[in-house]
């Protein structure tokens, strides 16, 4: 069976030219929901998997609020910083659990968080372009290349779990704000 070429092709495009929007660049009024759905489903289809459908719902938004992970929105509307993170959230869901996410994502400034964020997650998607298999590549390679990569991912992404099981819990947990209020 002949690989989709084409696919492949514009993949290794996309990733070459991968641009998530800056922290300015993001909406600067306040969104409701359904925008924020909108708006940050459009800029994560080019970088989630989503098997069922949507990479995010408003029942997502609604457990990351009530989770602590997200702040509430104000008259239900979600400003900059909660748009941001979210769109952090949504991202590193795809290999880690929401509080392994979350703890990578506390103790600094929103904007300044997200600002790092984009650098690193655009240099690692645009690194793969050159992984990408080249056009007349044959199945063989197409599956060594497909094996190599999920290989190095799995590792990686138990290299990351164990780093974040050695972070010290953050003041700024969630989980552990309500504990003390339980007390």
């Known amino acids: 069976a002949m690989a989709d070429t084409n696919a492949l092709a514009a993949l290794a495009a996309a990733l070459e030219q991968f641009d998530v929007p800056t922290y300015d660049a993001l909406p600067e009024i306040d969104l409701y929901m359904d925008q924020v759905i909108g708006y940050l489903n459009r800029l994560l289809c080019r970088v989630c998997r989503s098997e069922d459908g ?13 989770g602590g992970h997200v702040e ?20 590193l869901k795809q290999n880690l659990t ?22 690193l997650q655009t240099a690692a998607l645009r690194s793969l372009s050159d992984a ?52």
């Open 132 to 183: 990408v298999p080249a056009a007349d590549a044959d199945e063989a390679v197409l599956r060594e290349t497909a094996l190599r990569l999920s290989l190095h991912s799995a590792a990686e992404r138990l290299l990351a779990e164990a780093i974040i099981a050695a972070l010290p819990a953050a003041d700024g947990d969630a989980a552990a704000k309500k504990q003390k209020k339980a007390k």
């Open 98 to 119: 929401i509080s392994e996410a979350a703890a990578l994502l506390g103790g600094e400034d929103t904007e300044a968080l997200y600002a790092r964020f984009r650098s």
């Open 54 to 66: 949507a990479p995010l719902t408003p029942s997502m938004i609604n457990n990351y609020v009530k």
């Open 72 to 91: 509430r929105p104000v008259q239900k509307k979600y400003s900059r910083d909660r748009i941001a993170m979210l769109y952090m959230l949504c991202c």
